[in-house]
């Protein structure tokens, strides 16, 4: 009896110290920092700065004022904690990519966490005036490279997006709680939300997925955001999202948002669930999990892999 005592006591000690626990103040400034950001964008005035990619890929001073916003935020309270910023990255897929390597290899001075930030996504909605763009932070424990607290901030609808690991979704203070039987949604039942991008290939695959798509769905939306498209799955606005080339800071904080609320996001080409560094994305709400199997077959056979 002693030495089972003792070997129960043992595995508790062992297990507490291979525990985790996430501090809620990341989450807080998290939600801090897209408040402080949405604010800012919704009082700005839409201007030109310059192009990056091509005549689709614009950048504007807001942008680069709300990424102020957001850093100073963030280092106010964590000021060891490296931030990796769309607007600090050279623009096209491969230099997001290896920016993220970069960020999730470095020592950082041994910092246990760090943030993946869009200070404005849905720049293109901005520029034009269409009131449909947000702020998108996330904080990322870098050991594990898990998104461990994230926050997407719509200031025209006054909506707060936020998660964190373990404790639910909630939009504004409302947590998120949808109990839904997998088997009633079924594709052509869906809203599909679905991205129109500035690189050359992955135009092209939305091009394919839209055409196969256009008569297997009940619709199909292009919004403009990534962040609000993700989160919209999150509160079954929209049945699913699927976009063939995205980069983590668009998609971090809402692919969190999304699991703690009961769906997932997983690969186009392979089913699997999507880890950080993963560019293309098929998100499903909760209780979409045999449409989007039906999906991604869908967008498989179009040659959208």
């Not at 623009?91 to 200070?119: M, Q, R």
């Not at 983590?248 to 769906?263: M, T």
Request: aromatic letters at 6%.
């Amino acid at each position: 009896m002693r030495n089972l005592f003792f070997g129960v006591l043992l595995f508790n000690v062992v297990w507490v110290q291979t525990l985790t626990i996430h501090s809620p103040q990341l989450l807080t400034v998290a939600k801090q920092a897209a408040i402080a950001a949405g604010v800012l964008i919704a009082a700005s005035t839409p201007a030109l700065k310059q192009t990056k990619l091509n005549s689709r890929d614009v950048l504007t001073q807001t942008d680069l004022n709300a990424e102020r916003v957001i850093k100073e935020t963030i280092l106010a309270t964590f000021p060891a904690h490296p931030i990796l910023s769309e607007e600090d990255v050279e623009p096209g897929a491969a230099c997001s990519a290896v920016a993220l390597d970069k960020f999730l290899t470095l020592n950082h001075d041994n910092a246990e966490y760090g943030w993946i930030v869009d200070p404005l996504d849905g720049t293109t909605n901005f520029l034009h005036s269409l009131e449909h763009s947000a702020p998108s932070i996330a904080c990322v424990h870098l050991k594990t490279r898990e998104v461990v607290a994230g926050a997407i901030f719509d200031p025209y609808k006054k909506e707060l997006f936020h998660a964190s690991t373990g404790k639910g979704a909630f939009l504004n203070d409302v947590k998120v709680t949808q109990k839904l039987d997998q088997a009633t949604l079924v594709l052509s039942q869906s809203l599909v939300a679905m991205g129109s991008p500035p690189a050359k290939e992955s135009l092209e695959m939305s091009r394919k997925g839209s055409s196969v798509l256009m008569d297997k769905v009940r619709s199909l939306r292009m919004t403009g955001s990534a962040a609000l498209m993700l989160a919209y799955v999150g509160i079954a606005r929209f049945d699913a999202y699927w976009e063939y080339d995205l980069s983590s800071w668009d998609v971090s904080a809402g692919n969190l948002f999304i699991r703690e609320s009961g769906g997932d996001v997983v690969t186009i080409s392979t089913g699997e669930s999507c880890k950080i560094d993963d560019r293309q994305i098929l998100a499903f709400r909760n209780g979409g999990k045999s449409m989007s199997n039906e999906l991604r077959a869908t967008l498989n056979n179009a040659g959208v892999i």
